[in-house]
């Protein structure tokens, strides 16, 4: 995972889906994000890790996401794109994604790209613990047992002491706890900010950041390819994003949760080609149990809003 913020998108983007709208649209554009994409973008960072300093990739990754972003959302808004009614809230979330992905990408280091699409399934997981005390909300035992079953396969995928998956994982579980607060935070930004002013302001902070950092750490390309690689990262999570974009515009979020999980394939098909990666078959196993409490607790949310309505 990249993380694209669909959490921007699951409560506005109601305000902007035509009633033409196909869900079958929508899931085409996820899949299209989940199973290409988003491991594409992996890849291409793990590729670029070999040669040249992660502040560089973030730099690269940031400056064509956000003009990708800005051409495609102001000639519509104009500079009200980036007026804000919580300056601080999207400062900290932007905040919170610049720190997500670093340890992410950083983790690609040393972790095989569908182990860490594999222990990023966990996202979901966190967010159903951390949304009683930030949210409020009520988990009945149910959703309870599907998370601890869940964080039960991570073990599997990790087997932590059997000296088979690096430590270095444990940095995607920290990014899948980031992840979790930053899909609480946007949550608390649905009702107060336009949704593509949110899109914006998730890459601003990185944009920033690394701006400012990346004289400290540039190297020159070494070859065209080189080049390339660089271009192809910003438009690759740019064109997943906006996929993302498109998929929340034509269909529900209950709809399109589990074809999120897509993201496996492209992952397990890139992690081979591109870098000998094949995982054992307890990794499977422990994937498939992510998985499945993954989209059990989809299920009873949406049988919970169906409930209420």
Known sequence: MAFPCRGAYKSRMALHRSTSSTPLVGVLYMCLAASTGLPGLNAIVKLLLADYH??????????VHLGFMVALF?????PRLFATRRPWLQSVRSLTQLFTFTLIWVSLFWTPITTVTMVLFTGPLILVALSVPFLGEQVGPRRWAAVFVGFAGVLIVLRPGADIVHWGA???LGGAFLYAIYQIQTRKLAGYDDSRTTAVYTILAAFIVATVAVPFYWEAPKSGMDWFLFFALGVTGGLAHFFIIKAYQHAEASLLGPFDYSQLVGASLLGFLVFGEIPDAWTWVGAAIIIAS????AHREARIRQSAT
């Open 54 to 63: 992660m502040v560089q990739i973030i730099w690269f990754r940031c400056v």
């Open 74 to 78: 102001m000639p519509a808004m104009g």
């Open 170 to 172: 444990l940095l995607v």
């Open 294 to 297: 993954g989209l059990y607790i």
